[in-house]
């Protein structure tokens, strides 16, 4: 051996109790590691570079065959190098398809709430409400087919606005789609975000009968989510949704129906929220999107309110873990997702399936990158007349993907995070290319704490991973 290079972008210890991890950081995998590897790891860290003489003398009195078979480990790694230029984390990539599996429809653009956080730039009112044509919803269902032809599963999304607000078009869509992937031999679900205060009875039960994955939008208990969730009048909204919240819950049986909560100034009370959520009003999952960027910065939380989300989510997650312990699943969202990427393995590339997997056509057939811009000022990459502007879209993608130069390039959540959401970024900075770095630290804690929880989870409950992670894989989730 001459020497031994540390390379500690790859790896992350973290001490669970009595024991300590390893956070594989390129592959995210999680490692126990005992003592004698972690003074391997503390020479390394210390050094940066080792000799043969250092480990010689750091590990005299241990045996020389068994640090050489754990130095050869950690090569193996790529957490160390012996000398050769470090490995790629994974190769160049060069984006040529575009294998969709999801087709976001912006049924309308109007909305019969006037949510001040609101970040839909294309938002009206419902009188001005744009509705897409069904001949748009038929094109874009072309174009999922024609991208993507031998996928066996496919999803179509409902948005809006408030996307109730063309049932018309919701139904023609699918009653339309249903017997054409059923003649392909191809699966394909529905999935609507709404804010609950169009539902009716009869509207719940065909949505139920045609098993529609549901998201309700609500911000928690009624002084909490009346600050923003308004009428277009002006007036609390808490009373009509959770009345049909309560009505669409009690009669729901197809699949769990989850809330989605806006944390903006304000409301920030992560326990008392969830609490209400999912106790008095029994939602089945309750996940919280923080508002950190948007040009009506009185709603953005501000760096010690987003310390405070963080640090609710964390009290929140410790509950998750207490139940998870004895076999049960409280449904907090976020937590639920973290455990389930770590469960996987799952190294990300790019933050999600914006413009790969996913697109969302916008009331005129415009192909934008997510759902969140649509109305924006952002690029379209193409119609759904015209196709996808390949190249363009293509050439976006391959920008985020390099990392070089970027705090990505070394951070230990890199392969999790993957820089954040676009449109947070766009927000924020006017760049969906640049990482989300106003809240990168408050991400690796977050992180951090969710390794922690896993690793204590994997060694005393591991069969709760198979009893409720590994079917909502199988829900699509």
């Known amino acids: 051996m001459g020497y031994l290079q540390f390379q500690p ?21 999680l490692f126990e590691i005992d003592a004698t590897d972690g003074d391997l790891l ?13 480990v010689q003398a750091r590990f005299a009195d241990r045996d020389p065959a068994d640090i050489a078979r754990r130095l050869r480990g950690l090569i193996d790694l790529d957490i160390v190098t012996d000398g050769r230029p470090p490995a790629a984390e994974r190769p160049a990539i060069r984006i040529e398809s575009f294998p969709l599996s999801t087709i976001v429809l912006n049924v309308n653009t109007g909305c019969n709430l006037s949510c001040t956080y609101c970040y839909k730039e294309d938002l009206d009112t419902p009188a001005k409400g744009r509705k897409m044509a069904f001949e748009t919803a038929l094109r874009s269902i072309d174009l999922l087919l024609r991208e993507s032809p031998d996928r066996d599963s496919y999803n179509i999304v409902f948005f809006g606005g408030e996307p109730l607000s063309n049932l018309a078009l919701i139904r023609q869509v699918v ?43 609500m911000d928690g208990p009624k002084a909490l989510h009346d600050r923003n969730r308004r009428t277009v009048g002006g007036k609390g909204s808490y009373d009509a949704v959770a009345a049909k919240a ?15 909560v806006t944390l903006t100034a304000g409301v920030t009370a992560i326990e008392e929220i969830w609490d209400h959520l999912k106790n008095d009003i029994g939602f089945a999952e309750v996940g919280f999107s923080p508002v950190t960027s948007g040009p009506m910065t009185a709603f953005n939380l501000n760096g010690e309110e987003l310390t405070e989300v963080f640090e609710g989510m964390k009290a929140l997650g410790r509950r998750y873990r207490d139940a998870a312990l004895e076999g049960r699943n409280i449904g907090f969202s976020n937590m639920h997702q973290l455990m389930q990427d770590l469960w996987e393995g799952r190294s990300k590339a790019l933050p999600c399936g914006a413009g790969i997997g996913m697109l969302a056509v916008d009331h005129a057939g415009g192909l934008n990158l997510c759902h969140r811009f649509t109305g924006s000022g952002m690029d379209l990459y193409g119609d759904v007349r015209g196709g996808i502007e390949k190249e363009r879209l293509a050439g976006f993608l391959e920008s985020r993907l390099d990392r070089a130069g970027k705090g990505c390039a070394t951070c230990r959540i890199r392969n999790l995070c993957a820089g954040g959401c676009y449109h947070e970024s766009y927000a924020h900075f006017s760049d969906p290319l640049k990482p989300t770095y106003h809240y990168c630290d408050l991400m690796r804690g977050w992180v ?15 069969q709760f991973f198979h009893d409720h992670i590994a079917p909502r894989r199988a829900n699509g989730k």
């Open 42 to 54: 503390g020479l390394l860290a210390e050094k940066g570079r080792v000799t043969a003489e250092d």
């Open 175 to 217: 009653e339309h789609a249903e017997p054409r992937f059923a003649a392909l031999g191809k699966a394909v679900s529905f999935t609507l975000t709404t804010n609950a205060t169009l539902l009716t009875e009869e509207i719940v039960d065909w949505l139920d009968a045609h098993r529609f994955g549901l998201t309700v939008s």
């Open 246 to 260: 309560r009505m669409l819950l009690a009669r729901y049986r197809s699949r769990p129906v989850g809330a989605r």
């Open 448 to 462: 951090d704490f969710g390794i922690g929880v896993y690793g204590e989870l994997i060694a005393r409950a591991p």
């Open 9 to 29: 972008q790859n790896a992350h210890r973290v001490r669970v109790d009595a024991r300590e991890l390893l956070f594989h950081v390129p592959t995210t995998a």
